[in-house]
């Protein structure tokens, strides 16, 4: 965490500093079996394998509805319900939310930005702002009751601690998440300060 908030290395980059350091440290406490090494190899290899099977999906499904003209039908579509630049806002985050209790956040983003990317960008708003909504909403959708997929991960990890309890505990989250997000969409300097700051 301070690496990333000092500029040394991105999030991703952590995350690799953060496992060659686990590594490092199981290794000192020489804890580490070649079993387990072998059981870390192939989980990784299951994790990659999924990851960019979801991604190379993603990127077919994308190539297929520009070509197809989706993006125009959507937005003609759209349009002939006369709703408002923000009412069409508020109708993809409804969605995301609903997509939240089965996708997984990365399989969302990479089928539906390249849906919501060109209409987004015909009504006017700041892309930018735009990736920062659906990153924050995608988070706030997996913890959504009834069927928030994280907390069903969470439950299956703490077997002893009820689904109930869970999301239970998490609700003062799920509340001051849906404070932010609505901060960020209807005062979209909040989430655009840092970006214009970094960039001008």
């Known amino acids: 965490m301070g690496g990333i908030y000092l500029g040394v290395f991105t999030p991703s980059e952590a995350a690799g500093v953060g496992a060659g350091g686990a590594f490092l ?3 000192v406490r020489k804890s580490l079996t070649l079993e387990a090494v072998f059981h870390a190899l192939i989980d990784t290899g299951r994790t990659t394998a999924m990851l960019f099977t979801v991604l190379i999906g ?9 070509i197809a ?4 039908e959507l937005l003609a579509f ?13 109708i993809i985050i ?8 089965v996708f997984e956040s990365l399989s969302m983003i990479l089928l539906t930005v390249p ?8 009504l006017g708003f700041d892309l930018v702002w735009f990736g920062i909504v659906v990153v924050v909403v995608t988070e706030i959708s997996l ?7 994280n907390v069903f991960v969470l439950s299956a990890v703490l077997k002893d601690v009820k689904a109930g309890t869970i999301f239970k505990g998490i609700t003062p989250f799920w509340c001051a998440d849906m ?4 901060l960020i969409v209807f005062f979209s300097s909040v989430a655009l300060f840092l970006p214009e700051l970094l960039y001008r």
């Not at 349009?79 to 508020?90: R, T």
């Not at 913890?143 to 997929?149: A, F, L």
Request: glycine content about 8%; overall charge neutral; proline content about 7%.
């Open 25 to 27: 440290i199981a290794l």
């Open 58 to 66: 993603a990127l077919i499904f994308s190539d297929f509805i520009t």
């Open 69 to 72: 003209g989706l993006p125009a």
């Open 78 to 90: 759209v349009q002939s319900f006369n709703l408002s630049a923000f009412g069409v806002i508020l």
């Open 94 to 101: 409804a969605i995301y939310l609903v997509l939240g209790m």
């Open 115 to 122: 849906i919501f990317y060109p209409l987004v960008q015909s």
């Open 143 to 149: 913890i959504t009751p009834p069927v928030g997929m």
């Open 179 to 182: 404070v932010r997000l609505g």
